[in-house]
């Protein structure tokens, strides 16, 4: 009897000594799964904090994958050792003008975010196989989506006022506006139009369904009429037709000519539109007037005034948030690049450019190996480089994270880096085929 009896433990403690590996890599995809899912969801947050459900996420699977030993202390290889420079100069330069002339504690702040974000982020994304950041990129145009629905339901339903008290005022504005579950308008503008880009990628590479893909596109595509932004309109425009255009002409004629020709159709037969698009956006398309496009002049007179100034802090900046202290009109610059020139200084500024085009530079080199995944990548960045014209600070998770999903997941020479055994069975199985070996960690 004891002999059988430690036999048997003996088997349970190999069994259990077995599935830890299994049980560990499971919990970790279904972490960075519902976190990407809720990346766009800004408004599940704490109070008074810039800490989403989805960054409590992340940082649990970056926690989990140093326990284990599995996470990427290199997510782009030996060029991110540019990227990573870039980042200390950014964060260096503002360093010295917030120690000069500001509070050195919102410097901490500041910067701890960015490193999260610039830096964590990737590090995480790269510790998964390209298999399952495929996936997850899938997740992310599903959670967008989801969030246009529910901003959709609440503007047409009364119960939707309720929301609003919950979510703030940005979920949905006074003049109608919907920011949906990304809080803001223009942050869910740009969601959308990011997500158009993964959703068109989807299709050309066949990760997508294209019942899915035509679900998320219709969604993504009313996102963007309710959050009446020009930028996320003119953005995912331009970038959708470049990315179209540089993947080559099957796919121009397969799924660009197809959309003009339903969009077309659409606007010619008097279709409804928003009420706030047809103010904000539409109006400043047909009359070409800039003016009208909802804060443009606004924005322009920061713009001026930002240049104007630069001149001074190229050397020693204003410092992190005193900007919006030293301006004649009481708000930041909505511009990143002017913003760090200001709050930073040339140091700041040029760290801010390394980084934009490391990202670059890796995009034109996966364009390379693959033009539709290339394509996508620069699109991308193409969105975000119109973000930084329109956005101060960037250190919200929302605005890189589809960049650096993208990237990463495209890098065909990169191997996966998490390698431990894998479970028999895959989950959130990509269309048209099962989990290639070693790849479904």
Known sequence: MNVIAHEDWSQTANHHACASPFESARLLRVLLAAAVFLNSWRVIRAEAMNVTLADVLFMGTALLLLARGRLQGAPFGQPGVIYTFGLIGMLGGLLVGTVVNGDPIRWAIAASQYLFTYIVIPMILASFSQDWLRRCITLFVIGVAVSQLVGAAAALHPAGE??????????????????????????????????????????????????????????????????????????????SLFMLAASGLRAVARIGLPIVLFAGAYVAAGSPLPAAFQERVAGAIVNGNPDEAGTYVGR??????????????????????????????????????????????????????????????????????????????????????????????????????????????????????????????????????????GAAS
């Not at 104007?308 to 708000?331: F, I, N």
């Not at 040339?346 to 390394?354: D, E, K, N």
């Not at 539709?372 to 919200?396: E, N, Q, R, W």
């Open 162 to 239: 309720a929301l609003v008290d919950v979510f703030g005022q940005g979920f949905i504005t006074g003049n109608g506006r919907i920011g949906a579950l990304t809080g803001e308008p223009n942050p869910n503008g740009a969601m959308c139009a990011m997500g158009m880009i993964l959703t068109l990628n989807g299709l050309q590479q066949g990760t997508m369904r294209w019942k899915v893909a035509l679900c998320c596109g219709a969604a993504l595509a009313l996102g963007i009429l309710q959050s009446a932004s020009f930028t996320a309109f003119a953005a995912v425009s331009v970038c």
């Open 300 to 437: 322009s007179a920061l713009i001026s005034e930002a240049w104007a100034r630069a001149e001074h802090t190229m050397v020693v900046g204003l410092g992190v948030d005193r900007y919006r202290v030293e301006s004649a009109y009481g708000a930041p610059v909505h511009n990143l690049h002017l913003l760090i020139l200001n709050e930073g200084g040339a140091i700041a500024y040029l760290g801010l450019l390394t980084m934009i085009g490391l990202l670059t530079a890796l995009s034109i080199m996966i364009y390379r190996h693959d033009r539709k995944d290339g394509a996508m990548c620069l699109s991308l960045m193409g969105v975000f480089l119109v973000y930084t014209m329109a956005i101060p600070h960037m250190y919200d998770r929302i605005w890189i994270t589809p960049v650096l999903l993208a990237i990463i997941a495209c890098q065909k020479w990169r191997e996966p880096a998490l390698a431990w055994p894998h479970p028999p069975r895959a989950f959130l199985s990509p269309a048209g085929g099962s989990v290639p070996s």
